[in-house]
């Protein structure tokens, strides 16, 4: 147990080194500098600057460089606003991130795991076939359409909430970017849930807690429960990756000042630092998730956990 | 009689033979269970209609989707006149450029899907077949490959490199390729240790004889039910990149353009986004239910 | 004393509807079992002997109808409440799975899964139940078994695992106990501990069994009486002497000649019924077995054969009255 745990653990390093070099590469390898975009600046100037920020310097030295910096938790100044470093920008925008990513992830799992569960216990019936149908819907609709559809209906017709913006940490500016980012995973969760749960109920000790007399209320509780959530721990990891993708959208839609939004402005600036910056921040996101995915699936597990 | 008086084989009496049910091949038993799946089969119908009408329509449309027409912005749509779904902000019909987004936005999902399913079937399935370390490596690459944030990678690349239709379908082939290799892997380390493969084996059928008689019809159904599965994801994840900027470049359309255009317009002009959303969630949904549908009747586990 | 009756079954069919039609496991059963005796069900894979078991005590499947009468102690087990059935699963009558590696929950601890019965049936506290458990883990010969109690499932071995399902099954100490194909997936050395188990728990609690099996030399251990089924019905029952030694229906003679003997040193072949069980979805009009019957007779084609009596305690479903020594010649 205690082995496996380190291995991950010992696996997550060399994936968030790959991250890091893969990106620093790709950005150098594009064509075109940092600053070639900005305004005219004569020639000597750009030297000085770039002098500056050491792009001079063989690749393999910036490289270096940075490795070293990014191990002091330094991800260096930001190339477009270069007052600011993208440390100040990240904890800036990321808390944002972080608090609706998770409300939505929450969202999704206090709605999807009831409706998932029911559809299970009343398969084949009205009770599964329109949620599962619901949910399918879900699925097939990109972020991007639900979030507008929402902002009509809540903000522009209702007037119930705020179509957008950010006033500090606020429920009402929290509510609709939350309900979008979590709309395709309550369909997610629901059907995995349901799956699981049919799978589980068809299981031969199932049928043993029925012969024993276990009236049904606790086989389900108590016999078919842990079981049936097991494959949703192991979704967390893709989940993550998924609430961060859908984040950069919700910011756009709802204009709101998280780190996505920086993310795509910084690409289309070329600001290295802050691209390479949120890159690698999303990367250990996902790794951290994965590894603690996989952690709880085996903490939970008796076989994994007592081999 | 050579047979010694106590054998004991107690022999079938003749009688009129009982018809055993006819024996039917894997595809045609699966095909029968799927055309009862209601679900599956009228996704599949509304798929095709979906399909035709986008091949069709901008052929035999008067109007094109792209030469801005400035005296008939934003019409709505209407039963009778030229323009059944009304025209976007230049001008152009709705119609014809919701067609074209349908075939930019299938097309793109087919190519893609090809391109991430034979990656990821060759991927697994030599990992799988070989085993061993090569195996343990190759897993390794793609758990690695698992953790990386594709999303920020793509756009980096699409920024980067501009919006090349090709770079398009690359980068999101390259994302969709590990499941499948995972699958594939799965599977062919499954079928590798099922006996009748030991038994081929034991009767002298060669190594490459293996692969293509035994392993590829058994991988077939699983390779087939996660691009039907990929196709539909492929297609978001374009629709996505279009949101930001980044999708294909007008005036060439697809889907993701139509809806994240309509999107800004959704106040004023709600059909400019709900037309080609349905569009959009038609196509996806069908294939997504298509998917199940096969994945029900073709998933060895499900058997 | 006389002997009552604990179990009556009479005419009991199970039918599930697929979608391929209406398939009858089991058809017009009759069963019958007193305190303390053993009865064994034996057939082949798909005789449809467990779907009756589970008929009834309501656990089939839910596109499955049960039809018929079966009185547990006088009571009606057929169509009764759930609650009712619950009262009586693991309380009165207790059940052991063929496979104790998937008939355990692997996410719970073998003490938690062993106390249930206690403490759903017997409103036993936790500290009671754990203390009878630790006895009942004595009984059925577990060594250390307060360690036992922690562990789970698969830190078990399969013979230690049937061992616990056994004393799950027999911890409210029940009147019955339905043990279906109990030795099936275990080494042949385990079945043999597994066996004496079973006899001994027998002679300690006096449970009537019903044991499932296929296998004739469990019967002959174990058995004090035997039915034999094929295609969902019971085609003869008597004593297992009457069985062993004076069988009188085909199918019974054709699976203990497929026995291979030690002594048999003149065959030359295995022994096998020639053909296959019937498809349940399309079974024939008359005697399921009469396609593989040597003695088959017109008759036999066209209608189902009633079971009878022989003598006394000793009946078959079947028309041909002679005598079971024809030995057909190879094909």
Known sequence: MIRYTLSRLAGAIPTLLIIITLSFLLLHAAPGGPFDAQKQIPPAIKANIERMYHLDEPLYKQYARYLWNISSGDFGPSYQYRETSVNEIIREGFPIDALIGGAALLGALLIGLPIGIIAALRRNTYWDYLPMGLAMIGISIPVFVVAPILILVFAVNLHWLPAGGWVGISPSHIILPALALAAPYVAYVARLMRGSMVEVLNSPYILMARAKGVPEPLVILRHAMKPALMPLVSFLGPATAGIITGSIVIETIFGLPGIGRAFVDGALNRDYTLVLGVTILYGALIVFFNLLADISYSLLDPRVRYE | ?303 | MAPTPLLEVRDVSVEFATREGAVRAVSQVDLDLVTGETLAIVGESGSGKSQMLLGLLGLTARNGRVSGSARFKGEELVGAGAKRLNQIRGAEIGFVFQDPMTSLNPYLTIGRQLTEPLTVHRRVGSAAATAQAIEMLHAVHITEPERRMQQYPHQLSGGMRQRVAIAMALICRPEMLIADEPTTALDVTVQAQVLSLLREVRERFGTAVILVTHDLGVIAELADRVNVMYAGRIVETGSVDEIFYNCRHPYTQALERSIPQLDDSRLERLVAIAGNPPNPLHLPPGCAFAPRCPYRLDVCDKSVPPLEAVEAGHRKACFYEGALDRMAEPA
Not at chain 2, 125 to 150: E, Q, T, W
């Open chain 2, 1 to 303: 009689m050579s047979a010694a008086p106590n054998q004991a084989v107690v022999s079938i009496p003749p009688v009129a033979a009982i018809s055993a049910p006819a024996g039917r091949s894997l595809w045609a038993d699966a095909m029968a269970r799927l055309m009862q799946n209601r679900f599956a089969v009228a996704s599949a119908i509304l798929l095709g209609v979906i399909v035709f009408a986008a091949i069709i329509v901008p052929w035999i449309s008067p109007y094109n989707y792209y030469t801005p027409q400035w005296a008939l912005l934003d019409l709505p749509p209407t039963w009778h006149g030229g323009h059944i779904f009304g025209t976007d902000d230049l001008g152009r019909d709705l119609l014809v450029r919701v067609m074209w987004g349908c075939r930019i936005s299938l097309f793109i999902g087919l190519i893609a899907t090809i391109v991430s399913v034979v990656i990821g079937v060759l991927w697994g399935a030599a990992a799988g077949f070989v085993g061993g370390h090569v195996d343990s490596v190759m897993m390794r690459i793609v758990d690695i490959l698992y953790s990386v944030p594709f999303i920020p990678f793509v756009i980096i690349l699409v920024v980067m490199f501009g919006r090349d239709l090709f770079l398009i379908f690359v980068a999101i082939g390259a994302v969709s390729w590990l499941d499948i290799a995972r699958i594939v892997r799965g599977q062919t380390l499954s079928l590798g240790n099922k006996e009748f493969i030991e038994a081929a084996r034991a009767s002298g059928v060669s190594g490459p004889s293996i692969v293509v008689r035994h392993l590829v019809p058994n991988l077939l159904g699983i390779v087939v039910i996660y691009a039907t599965l990929t196709v539909p994801s492929v297609i978001l994840f374009e629709a996505f990149l279009s949101f930001l900027g980044l999708g294909v470049q007008a005036p060439m359309t697809s889907l993701g353009v139509l809806v994240s255009d309509g999107a800004s317009e959704l106040q004023s002009y709600p059909y400019l986004l709900f037309i080609p959303a349905v569009f959009l969630a038609l196509i996806v949904y069908c294939l997504n239910y298509l998917g199940d549908g096969l994945r029900d009747v073709l998933d060895p586990k499900e058997r």
